[in-house]
């Protein structure tokens, strides 16, 4: 084993509102209690936790998430524990699962600053604060507000600034952002960004960011779900044999030989898990006792797909 073992952070946006961005058939209108799913995510926290995880990213648009983590933090006493939250996004489906609308995206000052209020709670836990999907539409790269404000939180706080990136342009975000400074230095220090067996677009500028030093955090590290087999993606058919032979010959399941994929591939600071429930997170952490061989990196690095093929994709992917 290598160095950064303990690689797997929990992500949150699942555990925080009960609809999310998968590939599962829309469930039934089940009943749903906010008081039984506040419990259950403390539960999924705390047990994370409890097997070794010690970075934690959440946002304000994810629902209770970033309220559930304030209220978790509070019981514990942990300099080990780090956590990062974003802003720009709310959360407006109020947990009715036949919600048309889910989230709303600002990327004003006034919505960081409103959105600070409240994410300050997480400090002295907080290092990371991010822009939650920076994208050239909504102009906040060009924002000298927005930034100013960012670098003076940077400055007070002793934070690592960062964005989070989607779509298909995500290598020309992150270009843009990687030269943007403040007072002579750059104001970005950690991306979290997209990356898989079916989208490793991130390659391509991989170098550029561990030349300078940036901070690299994986989500969507299971495609959304897209690497589990599934009648709906027939066209997936040789990832699914690849990865299902892989998982039989390393001995775990097949979430665990995607994220360690991203682990070998890029050696990021942190892949996260998207689990909602201990049975997925305590798969998603066989990762971290396994070694990929050069041959099964190849095999899996053949896997790519085009990049806009695979937002093409993402986008018509439903809230379930
Ligand atoms: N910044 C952003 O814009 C952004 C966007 C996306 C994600 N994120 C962050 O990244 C984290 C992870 O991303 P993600 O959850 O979207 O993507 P992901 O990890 O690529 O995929 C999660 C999907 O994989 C399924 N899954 C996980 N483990 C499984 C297992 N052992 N067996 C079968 N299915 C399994 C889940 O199933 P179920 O549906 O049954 O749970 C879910 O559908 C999020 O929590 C969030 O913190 C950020």
């Not at 970075?55 to 524990?81: H, K, M, N, Q």
Request: hydrophobic fraction near 40%; charge should be neutral; aromatic fraction near 10%.
């Amino acid at each position: 084993m290598e160095d950064n073992d303990r690689y797997i952070g929990l992500g949150t946006a699942a555990i925080g509102r009960p609809q999310y961005i998968n590939i599962r058939k829309k469930q039934p209108n089940a009943d749903f209690s906010l008081s039984s799913f506040r419990k259950r995510g403390l539960q999924l926290i705390q047990k994370a936790y409890q097997s070794g995880i010690r970075y934690f990213d959440t946002a304000p648009g994810y629902g209770i998430a970033e309220d559930l983590l304030i209220e978790w933090l509070r019981s514990i006493d942990d300099p080990s524990i780090e956590v990062a939250t974003k802003w720009g996004y709310t959360y407006t489906a109020k947990f009715d699962p036949n919600a048309i609308q889910h989230e709303i995206k600002e990327h004003s000052l006034a919505k960081l600053n409103q959105q600070w209020a409240t994410s300050v709670q997480l400090l002295p836990y907080l290092t990371t604060y991010q822009i939650h999907s920076a994208t050239f539409e909504t102009g906040v790269l060009d924002n000298t507000a927005v930034l100013d404000r960012l670098a003076e939180l940077k400055a007070t706080h002793g934070l690592l600034i960062g964005l989070t990136s989607t779509g298909s342009n995500q290598r020309d975000v992150l270009l843009k952002a990687l030269d943007i400074q403040r007072d002579g230095l750059p104001l970005f220090d950690a991306f979290q960004v997209t990356y898989n067996v079916l989208d490793q677009s991130l390659s391509s500028i991989l170098l550029e960011m561990v030349n300078q030093n940036k901070r690299i955090i994986i989500k969507e590290a299971l495609a959304n779900g897209r690497i589990f087999p599934n009648p709906s993606y027939p066209h997936y058919e040789r990832l699914y044999q690849t990865i299902k032979q892989l998982a039989e010959i390393h001995q775990v399941g097949m979430d665990a030989i995607a994220l360690q994929f991203c682990k070998q591939t890029v050696r990021p600071f942190t892949v996260l898990s998207g689990a909602a429930s201990t049975e997925h997170l305590l798969g998603n952490l066989q990762a971290q006792v396994l070694q990929l061989r050069s041959s099964d990196i190849q095999i899996l690095q053949s896997m790519a797909i085009s990049t806009d093929d695979y937002w093409t994709e993402r986008k018509a992917l439903n809230w379930n």
